[in-house]
């Protein structure tokens, strides 16, 4: 099936750096999200992108939906402890049934910790 | 605005139980999918609804199943418990298929 391939898997970051992570599919899709997950909590919605090209910014986080349709990354700038957790691109595949957002594939999933 | 609620938030069952577990979307919001999400595997997408009508199904056996009632509340069914079904199902709710999902914050189920 699709498959969205997100990295980094896993970094550390030192308050006040910048963060960059994205997510490359083989196959075109229409809509790409970017989700936060902290623990014992459900995924919250941080941007949604709709059309190619279009680069979206949510405070210190920006994202953009890749021209070719199959990738985005978001970047955290200035980064801060509330930071960490673990960040989820989720895209909507082109063609998918009736423009749904209800089948969403997502990425693996990218962690941030704060460096020791 | 209250959130998406899900009911039980932990579970432990035994292999061969069945379980259901609920999902009270956001105010106003007709559509709710269901999302298992696994170490392993992450998160996977297990069904959709909108106004009562399953649209979409991912790819999972025939033992889960779900449905939603006219207040739009959904639940969620598994039968025959296996050790894989080990997870946290989270549901999303959304006013129409075409906008956005907001997640609640998930069932924990333990299968021993």
């Known amino acids: 099936g699709q498959q969205l391939n997100q990295s980094p898997q896993s970094m550390f970051i030192q308050e006040g750096e910048d963060v960059s992570m994205n997510c490359t599919s083989s196959?075109?899709?229409?809509?790409w999200l970017w989700y936060k997950q902290d623990p014992g909590e459900g995924p919250v919605l941080l941007i949604a992108l709709y059309k190619a090209g279009e680069l979206t910014s949510n405070g210190r986080l920006t994202a953009q939906f890749g021209i070719t349709r199959k990738d985005s990354f978001l970047n955290i700038s200035a980064s801060i402890p509330s930071d960490v957790g673990i960040y989820f691109c989720?895209?909507?595949?082109?063609?998918?049934?009736?423009?749904?957002?209800?089948?969403?594939?997502f990425g693996k999933g990218t962690k941030l910790s704060v460096k020791p | 605005k209250a959130g998406v609620t899900q009911t039980p938030r932990y579970l432990i069952k035994t292999r061969g139980q069945q379980v259901t577990l609920s999902c009270s979307p956001i105010s106003g919001h007709r559509s709710v999918s269901w999302y298992q999400q696994t170490p392993g595997q992450g998160l996977q997408f297990l069904f959709e609804y909108f106004s009562e009508t399953q649209r979409n199904k991912g790819n999972f056996p025939g033992r889960f199943s779900g449905r939603q009632f006219s207040n739009s509340r959904s639940e969620m069914n598994v039968s025959t418990l296996e050790l894989g079904d080990s997870a946290l199902y989270l549901c999303a709710s959304y006013r129409t298929p075409q906008e956005t999902q907001y997640f609640g914050p998930g069932t924990r189920l333990l299968v021993l």
């Open positions: 989720a895209g909507q595949p082109s063609g998918y049934y009736g423009g749904s957002q209800g089948n969403l594939i």
């Open positions: 196959s075109i899709f229409n809509t």
